[in-house]
């Protein structure tokens, strides 16, 4: 089962690898980003970020699918890794057994029009497509999805922090 | 076991490590900082006050920059002044030792504990040359 999935704009960094693979109790981390599957710099740079002592996969958001589906990850706690809604989106709906989905960091290093973006929550930057996904993702019944950038940060939820904007 | 946690440093190191507590795990408000001579300010009882603090059932570790500085030896002789067996010293500290021990989940530090977490936090070349290897596990192994 995934026990959480995060998107997180930085990937694996230091609030990750240091606080919620602690917080978390999960040992198997898998990173799922295209860019980060094809780039060989930057798998190099995620697995200095790994503590010793857990795993790392770095598979493109459609390989990561099929591993999160695989049966034998269902007794194993894996934590997975996007760095955008949009990713998020699309494996809450192609993977049953997902704990919850935590919106932590995003938008800030996407290269989008800044004007274009909307402020969800305090380090969460949509650009309209990334809304749109935000607010496919708060739909999906099945899903627990939230904003809590650390384990002592309260839990915002993500349907409330949406409706919010539309008043 | 509670634990206290002091940092000390000539000029502003001890504040600079705690905004990257307080950026990284939200953790600033856990240790106490005493950033030395940026005054003219004793900054002597302050270390005491910090020593007089740690309870006979709690455990004290004090952070300082340079092994053999001022700051150090000052810590360390308050330290012994006070005579106080719960109080750690570590020195030529660095963001990783800090991060380490304050989210560290062992009820009670050891010597030998508290080296391992040294040993872990080690100040580190970066190999920049690139893996020719398989860059992750196999699938197998991963489960």
């Known amino acids: 089962m995934i026990s959480q999935v995060r998107v997180d704009d930085r990937l694996i960094h230091g609030q990750v690898a240091v606080v919620w693979t602690k917080e978390l109790n999960s040992p198997l981390l898998i990173v799922a980003n295209d860019e980060a599957a094809r780039n060989k710099i930057m798998q190099m740079t995620l697995k200095m970020a790994v503590p010793t002592g857990m795993k790392l996969l770095i598979r493109s958001v459609e390989d990561a699918i099929q591993i999160f589906n695989d049966p034998r990850g269902s007794n194993k706690r894996i934590f997975a890794i996007v760095n955008s809604v949009s990713d998020a989106t699309k494996i809450a709906k192609n993977v049953q057994n997902i704990d919850s989905i935590n919106v932590a960091n995003a938008g800030r290093f996407d290269k989008s029009d800044p004007k274009q973006k909307t402020m969800l929550f305090h380090s969460v930057l949509l650009n309209p497509e990334e809304l749109t996904a935000a607010q496919e993702l708060a739909a999906l019944p099945q899903i627990k999805a939230y904003n809590q950038v650390l384990p002592n940060n309260p839990r915002l939820d993500l349907k409330e922090a949406l409706s919010k904007l539309l008043e | ?143």
Not at chain 2, 50 to 72: K, M, P, R, Y
């Open chain 2, 1 to 143: 076991m509670k634990k206290k946690f002091l940092i000390a440093s000539h000029g502003k190191l001890a504040a600079g490590l705690q905004s990257s507590l307080e950026i990284l795990a939200n953790k600033g408000k856990d240790v106490e900082i005493i950033n030395a001579y940026l005054t003219e300010e004793d900054y002597t009882p302050k270390i005491t006050a910090f020593t007089t603090s740690v309870q006979a059932d709690e455990q004290g570790v004090i952070f300082t920059d340079l092994f053999g500085g001022s700051v150090n030896q000052k810590v360390v002789n308050q330290v012994l002044a006070a005579e106080k067996k719960n109080i750690f010293v570590i020195s030529n500290t660095n963001l990783a030792i800090v991060l380490s021990l304050l989210l560290s989940p062992e009820d009670t530090f050891t010597i030998e504990s508290i080296s391992a977490a040294i040993r872990d936090g080690q100040v580190t070349l970066v190999s920049l040359a690139l893996p020719t290897d398989k860059v992750d596990e196999d699938l197998n192994e991963f489960f």
